[in-house]
Nanobody, 116 residues
Framework: QVQLQESGPGLVKPSQTLSLTCTVS????????WYWIRQPPGKGLEWIGG???????YYSPSLKSRTSISRDTSNNQFSLQLSSVTPEDTAVYYC??????????WGQGTQVTVSS
């Protein structure tokens, strides 16, 4: 059974960089694709980007200039960095696996609030 767990600060100040890590167990991040998705309060899910089996990365055009996704294969983790955050980046952030054109395994999500 694949399991994903997000970790990182729950509070980030405006203009700083949001950093989250997703630790994967029960499957290798060198297979399939691994993604970050967020849900702002009262809004729908927003795809941020991901990193696939061979290390290629993909980003949402609207967030690309501020986003970096990387991986640590030795620890089976992948990470998100979102720079120059504003209160509009406040959301529940999820990591998930993509397979067969679906997101089939999800982390429980972590609340990140951007506030001074």
């Amino acid at each position: 059974q694949v399991q994903l767990q997000e970790s990182g600060p729950g509070l980030v100040k405006p203009s700083q960089t949001l950093s989250l890590t997703c630790t994967v167990s029960g499957g290798s991040i060198t297979a399939y694709g691994w993604y970050w998705i967020r849900q702002p309060p009262g809004k729908g899910l927003e795809w941020i980007g991901g990193i696939v089996y061979d290390g290629r990365t993909y980003y949402s055009p609207s967030l690309k200039s501020r986003t970096s996704i990387s991986r640590d294969t030795s620890n089976n983790q992948f990470s998100l960095q979102l720079s120059s955050v504003t209160p509009e980046d406040t959301a529940v952030y999820y990591c998930c696996r993509g397979a067969d054109r679906a997101f089939d395994y999800w982390g429980q999500g972590t609340q990140v609030t951007v506030s001074s």
